[in-house]
Protein backbone atom coordinates (compact mmCIF):
# COMPACT_ATOMS: atom_id res chain seq x y z
CA UNK A 1 0.00 0.00 0.00
CA UNK A 2 1.63 3.19 -0.57
CA UNK A 3 2.17 6.07 1.73
CA UNK A 4 -0.85 8.46 0.32
CA UNK A 5 -3.43 5.49 0.41
CA UNK A 6 -2.06 4.97 3.94
CA UNK A 7 -2.51 7.83 5.24
CA UNK A 8 -6.52 8.34 3.04
CA UNK A 9 -7.30 5.31 4.93
CA UNK A 10 -6.18 6.18 8.53
CA UNK A 11 -8.14 10.04 7.83
CA UNK A 12 -10.95 7.89 6.78
CA UNK A 13 -11.09 5.14 9.75
CA UNK A 14 -10.24 8.35 12.17
CA UNK A 15 -12.69 10.75 10.81
CA UNK A 16 -15.81 9.89 13.32
CA UNK A 17 -13.44 10.69 16.07
CA UNK A 18 -11.95 13.79 14.06
CA UNK A 19 -15.88 15.22 13.84
CA UNK A 20 -16.22 15.59 17.49
CA UNK A 21 -12.29 16.95 18.47
CA UNK A 22 -11.11 19.89 18.99
CA UNK A 23 -7.40 19.06 18.78
CA UNK A 24 -6.19 16.50 16.86
CA UNK A 25 -2.36 15.04 16.98
CA UNK A 26 -0.54 13.34 14.37
CA UNK A 27 2.04 10.35 15.36
CA UNK A 28 4.32 8.22 13.74
CA UNK A 29 4.77 4.72 15.30
CA UNK A 30 7.73 3.02 15.20
CA UNK A 31 7.26 1.17 11.98
CA UNK A 32 6.71 4.09 10.09
CA UNK A 33 2.77 4.15 10.38
CA UNK A 34 0.87 7.64 10.82
CA UNK A 35 -1.73 7.96 12.95
CA UNK A 36 -3.81 10.47 13.95
CA UNK A 37 -5.73 10.78 17.05
CA UNK A 38 -7.70 13.03 19.97
CA UNK A 39 -5.59 11.50 22.30
CA UNK A 40 -2.02 10.39 23.03
CA UNK A 41 -0.97 7.44 21.46
CA UNK A 42 1.71 5.50 23.14
CA UNK A 43 5.13 4.37 21.86
CA UNK A 44 4.75 7.07 19.17
CA UNK A 45 6.08 10.39 18.00
CA UNK A 46 4.18 13.28 18.16
CA UNK A 47 4.88 15.11 14.59
CA UNK A 48 1.69 17.54 14.51
CA UNK A 49 -0.56 18.77 16.78
CA UNK A 50 -3.99 20.64 14.78
CA UNK A 51 -6.48 23.10 16.11
CA UNK A 52 -9.72 22.43 14.54
CA UNK A 53 -12.75 24.95 14.85
CA UNK A 54 -15.65 24.46 16.87
CA UNK A 55 -18.69 22.59 14.78
CA UNK A 56 -21.60 24.94 14.17
CA UNK A 57 -24.39 23.99 15.99
CA UNK A 58 -26.81 21.67 15.01
CA UNK A 59 -30.39 22.91 14.30
CA UNK A 60 -33.05 21.99 16.39
CA UNK A 61 -35.78 20.16 14.29
CA UNK A 62 -38.21 21.42 16.96
CA UNK A 63 -37.72 25.05 16.90
CA UNK A 64 -39.46 25.43 13.63
CA UNK A 65 -38.21 28.27 11.05
CA UNK A 66 -37.44 31.53 12.50
CA UNK A 67 -38.47 34.67 10.99
CA UNK A 68 -35.36 35.40 9.50
CA UNK A 69 -35.70 31.73 7.66
CA UNK A 70 -38.80 31.84 6.61
CA UNK A 71 -37.55 35.29 5.16
CA UNK A 72 -34.94 33.34 3.05
CA UNK A 73 -37.32 30.81 2.13
CA UNK A 74 -39.34 33.10 0.58
CA UNK A 75 -36.10 35.04 -1.35
CA UNK A 76 -35.39 31.55 -2.37
CA UNK A 77 -38.75 31.06 -4.17
CA UNK A 78 -39.50 34.26 -5.51
CA UNK A 79 -35.77 33.83 -6.92
CA UNK A 80 -36.57 30.33 -7.95
CA UNK A 81 -39.57 31.56 -9.52
CA UNK A 82 -37.72 34.14 -11.65
CA UNK A 83 -35.17 31.32 -12.87
CA UNK A 84 -38.02 29.63 -14.11
CA UNK A 85 -39.32 32.77 -16.01
CA UNK A 86 -36.12 33.46 -17.45
CA UNK A 87 -36.04 30.44 -18.51
CA UNK A 88 -38.98 30.24 -20.41
CA UNK A 89 -37.84 33.56 -21.60
CA UNK A 90 -35.07 32.06 -22.93
CA UNK A 91 -36.86 28.85 -24.74
CA UNK A 92 -39.66 31.56 -26.15
CA UNK A 93 -36.34 33.99 -27.22
CA UNK A 94 -34.45 30.89 -28.94
CA UNK A 95 -37.90 29.87 -31.00
CA UNK A 96 -38.64 33.64 -31.96
CA UNK A 97 -34.84 33.59 -33.52
CA UNK A 98 -34.67 30.00 -34.95
CA UNK A 99 -37.99 31.43 -36.42
CA UNK A 100 -36.21 34.89 -37.63
CA UNK A 101 -33.44 32.70 -39.32
CA UNK A 102 -35.59 30.40 -41.30
CA UNK A 103 -37.92 33.12 -42.99
CA UNK A 104 -34.09 34.68 -43.30
CA UNK A 105 -32.74 31.48 -45.54
CA UNK A 106 -36.04 31.06 -47.57
CA UNK A 107 -35.71 35.22 -48.29
CA UNK A 108 -32.73 34.92 -49.73
CA UNK A 109 -34.33 33.69 -53.30
CA UNK A 110 -35.64 36.64 -55.00
CA UNK A 111 -39.69 37.39 -55.48
CA UNK A 112 -40.95 37.92 -58.82
CA UNK A 113 -40.43 41.37 -59.87
CA UNK A 114 -37.13 41.82 -57.67
CA UNK A 115 -34.84 40.95 -60.85
CA UNK A 116 -34.16 43.74 -63.10
CA UNK A 117 -33.13 43.30 -67.23
CA UNK A 118 -31.66 40.73 -68.60
CA UNK A 119 -29.42 41.86 -71.19
CA UNK A 120 -26.83 39.20 -72.22
CA UNK A 121 -28.22 36.40 -70.30
CA UNK A 122 -27.89 38.30 -66.82
CA UNK A 123 -29.92 40.41 -64.57
CA UNK A 124 -29.43 42.29 -61.19
CA UNK A 125 -31.34 42.26 -58.23
CA UNK A 126 -33.54 45.60 -58.08
CA UNK A 127 -33.38 47.71 -54.74
CA UNK A 128 -36.50 46.38 -53.29
CA UNK A 129 -34.82 43.06 -52.90
CA UNK A 130 -31.86 44.79 -50.76
CA UNK A 131 -33.92 46.60 -48.42
CA UNK A 132 -36.24 43.30 -47.85
CA UNK A 133 -32.94 41.43 -46.85
CA UNK A 134 -32.10 44.69 -44.80
CA UNK A 135 -35.72 44.24 -43.10
CA UNK A 136 -35.02 40.25 -42.07
CA UNK A 137 -31.42 40.53 -41.45
CA UNK A 138 -32.76 43.79 -38.82
CA UNK A 139 -35.33 40.71 -37.61
CA UNK A 140 -32.77 38.59 -36.91
CA UNK A 141 -30.84 40.89 -35.06
CA UNK A 142 -33.28 42.22 -32.39
CA UNK A 143 -34.37 38.14 -32.17
CA UNK A 144 -30.61 37.60 -31.53
CA UNK A 145 -30.18 40.83 -29.09
CA UNK A 146 -33.82 39.18 -27.39
CA UNK A 147 -32.14 36.08 -26.48
CA UNK A 148 -28.85 37.76 -25.29
CA UNK A 149 -31.03 39.93 -23.23
CA UNK A 150 -32.81 36.62 -21.90
CA UNK A 151 -29.98 35.10 -20.96
CA UNK A 152 -28.33 38.32 -19.21
CA UNK A 153 -31.71 38.03 -17.24
CA UNK A 154 -30.89 34.29 -16.14
CA UNK A 155 -27.17 34.95 -15.47
CA UNK A 156 -27.78 37.83 -13.34
CA UNK A 157 -30.42 35.95 -11.28
CA UNK A 158 -28.11 32.84 -10.61
CA UNK A 159 -25.41 35.01 -8.98
Do not use: C, W
Not at 1 to 6: E, L, N, P, S, V
Not at 12 to 36: C, F, H, M, N
Request: glycine share 6%; net charge neutral.
Amino acid sequence: MTTIKGIVAVLLAVSPVLAAAEIVYKYQRPDGTLVYSDSPVKNAKLIARFDLPPAPPAADPGQGDSPQRSASKADEERRALALDEAYSQIEAAGQALKKAEERQQQAVEPLPGERLGNAGGHSRLAPGYFARQRAIAAEVDAARADLDQAYRLRNDLRE
